[in-house]
């Protein structure tokens, strides 16, 4: 009927207003965010099953507010890349992970190395390079230590030329790796034009890799064909251990994933991490 008609029309409306609402809130949060020690770094540990040993950790940004309580990346990441404040928000976590590795290096754990999640607004800014370079140089960490996380779609959607300026990235010897891979667009293009050194294989593959027999011939052959590239890959999202056995058999090198580590915060990882012996 009408009524009920104009009631939709409502709900919708309100619904509609409700997320203006909590977006322009989360706006507000994000610009005072890190002045305000609202927000963390956590970070997730990537493990080499082959050598058997901790290679590295990933980045991952978390805000929490007073009053809206913790926010997820799913929500605040895309509010930040439409205003711009992912900048910024950026070059924070950049810098604190940054200041972390340094801080790993420093207690003897020379071989670990930290990712960090590139935003294509990011990417496409031109000085992005040298925002890189002096956050290498003002924490002193070797730019070997450093890998840029992108995704298919970053590429896809930077303006300036995605592989001119991951090739003048590399120049200063940071890594690039190439995340949520075989969700995005014409994949294999990136593989071949694109100065890529990792393939994070996306957790959705590794997902069904026990119950999917599709999914597990997938997987194995993006193990291969970043292996044929002289790629290292890294599996996403592994929390069975039938998935590991899985991984393990088709030779994948690292995972990442809660059967490992839940992502955790820096003080807790330095109040457990074995100190590294002298040799
Ligand atoms: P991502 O880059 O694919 O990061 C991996 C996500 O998978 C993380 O979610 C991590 O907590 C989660 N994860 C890790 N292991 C497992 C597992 O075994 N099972 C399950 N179910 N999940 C697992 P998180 O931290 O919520 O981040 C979500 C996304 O937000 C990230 O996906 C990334 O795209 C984005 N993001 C996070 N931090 C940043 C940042 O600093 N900058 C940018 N631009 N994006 C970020
Ligand atoms: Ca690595
Ligand atoms: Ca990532
Ligand atoms: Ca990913």
């Not at 009920?4 to 919708?12: A, S, Y």
């Not at 977006?23 to 965010?33: K, Y």
């Not at 020690?37 to 997730?44: G, L, P, R, S």
């Not at 990882?269 to 100190?275: R, S």
Request: with cysteine; net charge negative.
């Amino acid at each position: 009927s009408k009524d009920t008609g104009k009631n939709k029309f409502t709900l919708f409306d309100v619904t509609m207003e409700e997320e203006l609402n909590r977006n322009s809130l989360i706006t507000e949060v994000l610009r005072h965010a890190i002045a305000n020690k609202e927000i963390y770094v956590m970070y997730q540990p990537q493990y080499n099953i082959r050598k058997e040993e901790m290679t590295g950790f990933e980045a991952l940004m978390r805000i929490h507010n007073p009053k809206l309580g913790e926010l997820t990346p799913q929500e605040f990441i895309p509010v930040a890349e439409e205003s711009g404040m992912i900048t910024e928000l950026g070059e924070w976590i950049l810098r604190e992970a940054c200041l972390f590795n340094k801080r790993l290096i420093d207690c003897g754990h020379d071989s670990l190395s930290v990712s960090v999640n590139i935003s294509s607004v990011q990417l496409s800014k031109a000085n992005f390079k040298d925002i890189i370079q002096n956050i290498l140089e003002e924490t002193g960490l070797p730019a070997a230590n450093l890998e840029l996380e992108v995704t298919e779609s970053t590429l896809v959607s930077s303006l300036t030329n995605a592989s001119v300026q991951l090739s003048s990235l590399k120049e200063l010897g940071v890594l690039i790796s190439l995340d949520d891979f075989g969700t995005g667009y014409s994949s294999l293009n990136y593989l071949t034009n694109m100065p890529i050194d990792t393939l994070k294989m996306d957790k959705s593959f590794v997902n069904n890799i026990c119950s999917n027999a599709k999914d597990a011939r997938i997987a194995s052959g993006i193990i291969n064909l970043a292996h044929s590239m002289k790629l290292e890959v890294i599996a996403e999202g592994v929390e069975k251990v039938e998935q590991l056995e899985v991984l393990r058999r088709n030779k994948c090198d690292i995972i990442q994933g809660y059967i490992y580590s839940k992502p955790i915060l820096p003080h807790v990882l330095f109040e457990t991490l074995i100190p590294a012996s002298e040799d």
